[in-house]
Structure formats: structure tokens, C-alpha cells
T-cell receptor, first 117, second 116 residues
Framework: AQTVTQSQPEMSVQEAETVTLSCTYD???????LFWYKQPPSRQMILVIRQEAYKQQNATENRFSVNFQKAAKSFSLKISDSQLGDAAMYFC??????????????FGKGTKLSVKP | DAGVIQSPRHEVTEMGQEVTLRCKPISGHDYLFWYRQTMMRGLELLIYFNNNVPIDDSGMPEDRFSAKMPNASFSTLKIQPSEPRDSAVYFCASSQRGHLRGNTIYFGEGSWLTVV
């Protein structure tokens, strides 16, 4: 079974600086997707960024980028120029691209990010 | 495009009452998920459907919980009878599958349930 591990329960960053959130996963599959979701205090789950495992190029979305190391099974999120609105819980998630009972998202336990003004 | 729509957004009910949560997935999505989030247990998958058929319901806590998807645009999660330990945020989510169709799971805003 696949697992996702976020080893940093909490992180803090100064406004305008850069922070990296860590995520590792375990799988024997080769075809899968990885995601970072943001959950602000409103509790809504917001997609931040997505990475297809078959793509070598790291995904980027404005100030958000990932460092995807497939061999190491590592998927970290970098937030540049941090803003107060980035303060939230961040979840790393894995989804198999195979059918059957593997359509679900496997979540890490989350990292709570605080942004200091 | 409209996202995943859930109702009610907030519900407070008394123990023993029936609770029904509703979800309208994004049009064209063929996967629908129900998740529950609590402080103690984090995010848990309760059940998911593919093409209106339940695929994995191993996360449904007990017989008090039931979920249905009568058509591609509507699903319900019912708790009967409700208990205080059912208090949580319940998320509905939907997606398509496959490289050409994307694999992203999109979440609704959640239904906050409090059972007193």
C-alpha cells in the first residue's frame, strides 16, 4: 500500500521569504500523480500544484514550485515570496493512475505553515 | 464552471437525529469521494464511487453511515442515528481519471456537522 509522509508538523516563514515543505512517499507503482493541497482556516481544500510522475520537469504555479525526485520518492513544495495569505495547513497527496480500488487520494498528515509579518 | 457543491454548509443536530449531507459533483466527472476530517484522525476517506457505483466503502465507520449516488450529478451521505463523535467536517470531492482527462480531485467547501 502507498504511504505519504510529511515530517514537518509545523513550519514558520517570514513574509517575503522562501520556505520549503517536505514530503516523501512510498509506492511500487510507476504511474501516479502527486499533489499539494492548501487548507486555510476556512477548511476548504484548495489545489496548489500537481505533478505527473511520468514528467521529469518540475511543476510550477506562480510562486509555488515543486522539487520532484522520483528515484528518491520525494516531492517538496517551495513557496517563494511568502505572503500572509499563504498561512494554512498544507497536505501532500498521492493518487495512483491505475484503476480498481486505487482511485483514492492518499494524504500525508499535513504541515501547518505560519507566516510572520 | 461551478465547482463541487455541498449542502448544508453547517448543521447542528441532536444526538439520535438523522443527518443527510448532499453533494453535486463537477459536471463530467466520473469519480465522487466522501471524506471526513477531524482533529484526531485527520482526513479519512469514507467511500468513493466510479460511474455511480460504490468502489470502496471500507472507510465507512459503521452501519449508521450510508451513501448513495442515484445519478451522475447527485450523491448523499446519511448518518442515522447521529452521535456526538460524528461531529466533523465532511467533504465531497470529484474527479476524472486518465492522463488526457487529468487526475486532480476537486473538493467542495465541506459540511460542518456538530452533533450535540
Amino acid at each position: 500500500a502507498q504511504t505519504v509522509t510529511q515530517s514537518q508538523p509545523e513550519m514558520s516563514v517570514q513574509e517575503a521569504e522562501t520556505v520549503t515543505l517536505s514530503c516523501t512517499y512510498d509506492t511500487s507503482e510507476s504511474d501516479y500523480y502527486l499533489f499539494w493541497y492548501k487548507q486555510p482556516p476556512s477548511r476548504q481544500m484548495i489545489l496548489v500544484i500537481r505533478q505527473e510522475a511520468y514528467k521529469q520537469q518540475n511543476a510550477t504555479e506562480n510562486r509555488f514550485s515543486v522539487n520532484f525526485q522520483k528515484a528518491a520518492k520525494s516531492f517538496s513544495l517551495k513557496i517563494s515570496d511568502s505572503q500572509l495569505g499563504d498561512a494554512a495547513m498544507y497536505f501532500c497527496a498521492y493518487r495512483s493512475n491505475y484503476g480498481g480500488s486505487q482511485g483514492n487520494l492518499i494524504f500525508g498528515k499535513g504541515t501547518k505553515l505560519s507566516v510572520k509579518p | 464552471d461551478a465547482g463541487v457543491i455541498q449542502s448544508p454548509r453547517h448543521e447542528v443536530t441532536e444526538m439520535g437525529q438523522e443527518v443527510t449531507l448532499r453533494c453535486k459533483p463537477i459536471s463530467g466527472h466520473d469519480y465522487l469521494f466522501w471524506y471526513r476530517q477531524t482533529m484526531m484522525r485527520g482526513l479519512e476517506l469514507l467511500i468513493y464511487f466510479n460511474n455511480n457505483v460504490p468502489i470502496d466503502d471500507s472507510g465507512m465507520p459503521e452501519d449508521r453511515f450510508s451513501a448513495k449516488m442515484p445519478n451522475a450529478s447527485f450523491s448523499t451521505l446519511k448518518i442515522q442515528p447521529s452521535e456526538p463523535r460524528d461531529s466533523a467536517v465532511y467533504f465531497c470531492a470529484s474527479s476524472q481519471r486518465g492522463h488526457l482527462r487529468g487526475n486532480t480531485i476537486y473538493f467542495g467547501e465541506g459540511s460542518w456537522l456538530t452533533v450535540v
